[in-house]
Every structure is written in structure tokens, then in C-alpha cells.
């Protein structure tokens, strides 16, 4: 409904959106320090506002980190499985989205299908945040830029990131940002895998360097991020042949070696170690993924305020 303010692509928070809510999220969790995780925070902006999450999909980081995050807004959610609902026995999006705006808050949805998050965003009374779908994963990306520049010390415009592996639903999501934050993109992927085009396309025009190709090196080469993600991505077929087009994509020690000396790892888990990356990358000084995980929780928290016309 038009007024509502939707988190279903990066996007939708426009370039001095997607800064606040970064900057807002480090800001909170810096005045949270020393806290217990369940504590609210001081101000506790959402206090007796309820957040209903729905899963389609299995979840570990996204079900707890909301959970937690509406915890210490000082608010109250609920978890949902689809299957559960009259949404797995055929109700429409459309009347899922009318009957739960009249019950909470906000909606958070992890779905298989983007058209069907779209599908409810156009039909729902309250706010709605992507929790992950098919297109776009941008939870995950605002986690990603916020943990980049705590590591790092400095913003993300003008550093270089290099994706290697899948051009998948987080790829589209890293792509959106450096359209947003001006930070060039380096993208390496198997032929057959790129990216989504007009993801792409949209960074461009803003001005965003992204270049993909199909070699690892010249992707990782002096990058001071190198991400990547799981080669078989929830609801993908697992094959062999996919499996030998990704295999000279791991992330090593001889690939992180050719990123800039202080570069750091992400990835946004769960890994399949000893195939897109090895444990001694994960579990290495340069790898910032338990940070990123964490910050899931900080980062989210923004996007809801943000949502709920809390954070301008």
C-alpha cells in the first residue's frame, strides 16, 4: 500500500537511507556494550509493537537474529512456518497479507519466490522486510557493509570488493549496494552463472564500477573484501556438473594471498567447508564471518526502525 515503507531491496532505502541505517545500527550497538544479548535497550523504540517472521525457507541467523533484535527494541515477535498457515494450504498472498496486517506490526517473510514477497508488500496495511528470497538478500548485505567497516575502520565508498562464485540472490544484494555506497564490485563466476542483469544494470546507473568476469584472480586481486557463498544455494539442484563449474572458485589461502594484505572474508553461512572455501579461510585471521553473523541482530534492528518510520 502506497505510504508504507518496505525493506524488499536495498533500493528502497535510497542511497542516504542505506548510510543512516548503517550508521544507526553501529550507533546501537555501541550503547548496548556490556549488556546481556535479552536486555532491552535504553529507549527501547518498539515497545509493544509486535513483528510477525515468516519462514518458507529453513533458517538459523534470520530467525534468531529478528527474534533477538525485537527483543531489545523492547518489542515482541512471532515466529511463523508456512506450512503451518493457511498460506501452505492455498490461501493467497493477498489475503495472508490483509488478515496478518490486522494481527501486527511489521511483517518479516524468508520466501522462495521474490513475486510472492511483492504479492504482499502490494497487499499488506503494514511494513514488510525481505528476510531472504530467490532475487535479493539485502538483510544480509546491511549486515555485511556494517561489519566491512568496523573491520576496516572507514566506510565502504571508494574500497574494492571482489564476489567470488555463484551470481546469486547475495551477489544481487552486494551489487545493489555498491550502486548505493559507490564501491566497485568485482564479480568471478563459472559462464552460466552471473548475476541478475537488471541488478546490475541499476548499479550501473548510479555510477557503480561492477565488472564481472570469470576468473577468481583478477576478481580477488588487491580487493580489500572477498566474499562468497555456498555453490548450491537453497531450492537449486545439487549436481555434479555444477559442482565441476564452481570447483575453480574455492576460496584458499592462495587466493585470499592475492587480495590486499589487509583484506578481510566474508560469507554470509551456512559454509560447506572444503568446497567454496577451506577452513583455514573461514577460520583464519582474515575472516570476519562471526562478526557478520552477529551483526545481523545490530543491523536489522535499523532496517525495522527504518520500516516503522522510527529512524529518518
Not at 576460496?251 to 594471498?257: F, G, I, K, T
Not at 577451506?278 to 534492528?301: C, F, L, M, Y
Amino acid at each position: 500500500m502506497a505510504g508504507l515503507r518496505h525493506v524488499l531491496n536495498l533500493s528502497d532505502l535510497g542511497p542516504g537511507g542505506l548510510r543512516r541505517v548503517l550508521d544507526h545500527a553501529k550507533a546501537r550497538k555501541a550503547a548496548r556494550r556490556g549488556l546481556p544479548h535479552g536486555a532491552p535497550d535504553s529507549d527501547a523504540p518498539l515497545a509493544g509493537h509486535v513483528l510477525a517472521s515468516v519462514f518458507e525457507k529453513p533458517s538459523t541467523r534470520t530467525r534468531i537474529s529478528f527474534e533477538i533484535a525485537m527483543r531489545q527494541l523492547g518489542g515482541s515477535a512471532l515466529t511463523l512456518a508456512a506450512g503451518d498457515m493457511q498460506l501452505g494450504r492455498g490461501e493467497t498472498v493477498a489475503d495472508t497479507a490483509r488478515v496478518m496486517s490486522g494481527f501486527v506490526d511489521a511483517v518479516m517473510i524468508r520466501a522462495n519466490s521474490h513475486a510472492d514477497v511483492e504479492a504482499f508488500a502490494r497487499n499488506a496495511a503494514v511494513p514488510l522486510v525481505n528476510g531472504l528470497t530467490d532475487m535479493s538478500h539485502p538483510c544480509q548485505i546491511a549486515a555485511d557493509l556494517m561489519t566491512v567497516e568496523e573491520r576496516l575502520g572507514r566506510g565502504v565508498e571508494g574500497m574494492v570488493w571482489a564476489w567470488v562464485g555463484d551470481g546469486n540472490n547475495v551477489c544481487n544484494s552486494t551489487i545493489e549496494a555498491a550502486g548505493l555506497l559507490g564501491f566497485t564490485l568485482r564479480i568471478a563466476c563459472p559462464h552460466g552463472h552471473e548475476p541478475d542483469e537488471g541488478f546490475v544494470a541499476a548499479a550501473r546507473a548510479r555510477g557503480a564500477d561492477i565488472r564481472i568476469g570469470h576468473s577468481p584472480e583478477e576478481a580477488v586481486a588487491g580487493a580489500d573484501v572477498v566474499v562468497t557463498d555456498t555453490w548450491v544455494s537453497m531450492g537449486q539442484a545439487d549436481n555434479d556438473e555444477r559442482r565441476r563449474a564452481f570447483e575453480p572458485f574455492q576460496v584458499d589461502p592462495m587466493l585470499m594471498a592475492q587480495a590486499s594484505a589487509g583484506a578481510i572474508f566474508l560469507h554470509c553461512l551456512p559454509a560447506h567447508r572444503g568446497e567454496e572455501v577451506t577452513d583455514s579461510v573461514i577460520d583464519g585471521p582474515q575472516s570476519a564471518v562471526w562478526d557478520e553473523a552477529a551483526n545481523r541482530v545490530h543491523a536489522q534492528k535499523a532496517l525495522l526502525l527504518w520500516a516503522l518510520g522510527k529512524l529518518d
